[in-house]
């Protein structure tokens, strides 16, 4: 039986907190309400969640059905957060989300379609959960997404008072930093799925 390990925890929310990089989509989700009228948190983190528990779960066998691996996945899953990194340092739009135009109504399906997917369960999230399982046990990747899954909570809850207290230059900041801890990961992924 796997033990809970609190260091992989740890780890492994450290690496989904800055892949999925709720603070840096904080311009997203304000500009979202500002059209839309409102965001339900709830709704976006239990889709969000869903997707990435049934990831965790049957990404695997989902990529059986294609014949391709684990480990070369890594490697692609590696690639997207490079890229990712590369557009959180350099401030540069690689991954541009699709938003759905609608009126008052569409509230709800904004929470879902861009909010929780692609914009917080998008594929960079997804090829990250498969390439965590690479090297961290399941449990300890399950509990590093619902810890990631609270914090995506608060911060939808307090999106505003956030935007308040960070300021525009605050929010980069993180987020430059965030995207060179990501090139580091997808780095370190590269070489341990490579065997360099």
């Known amino acids: 039986m796997v033990q809970i390990d609190f260091k992989e925890i740890i780890s492994v929310s450290l690496i989904l907190f800055s892949v999925i990089d709720v603070v840096g989509a904080i311009p997203v989700i304000i500009d979202l309400r500002r059209r839309m009228g409102d965001i339900h948190p709830a709704s976006a983190t239990l889709v969000a969640g ?23 996945f890594a490697v692609a899953g590696a690639l997207i957060i490079f890229l990712i990194g590369l557009e959180m340092t350099l401030g540069r739009d690689i991954f541009k989300p699709h938003v759905t135009e609608g009126g008052g109504k569409a509230t709800r399906t904004a929470s879902i379609v861009p909010l929780a997917f692609p914009i917080l369960a998008g594929a960079g999230t997804m ?70």
Request: charged content about 15%; proline content about 1%.
């Open 127 to 196: 090829t990250t959960i498969l390439s965590l399982k690479a090297e961290f046990a399941r449990p300890n990747i399950l509990a590093g997404i619902l810890l990631n899954l609270v914090f995506i909570y608060a911060v939808l809850r307090a999106s505003s008072w956030i935007e308040r207290k960070l300021g525009i230059a605050g929010a980069e900041i993180l987020r430059k930093v965030f995207g060179v801890i990501l090139l580091a990961i997808a780095i370190k992924l590269f070489k341990t799925n490579l065997g360099l």
């Open 50 to 72: 869903g997707i990435m528990i049934s990831f965790l779960y049957i990404g695997e066998g989902i990529l059986k059905l294609f014949g391709v691996d684990v480990a070369s």
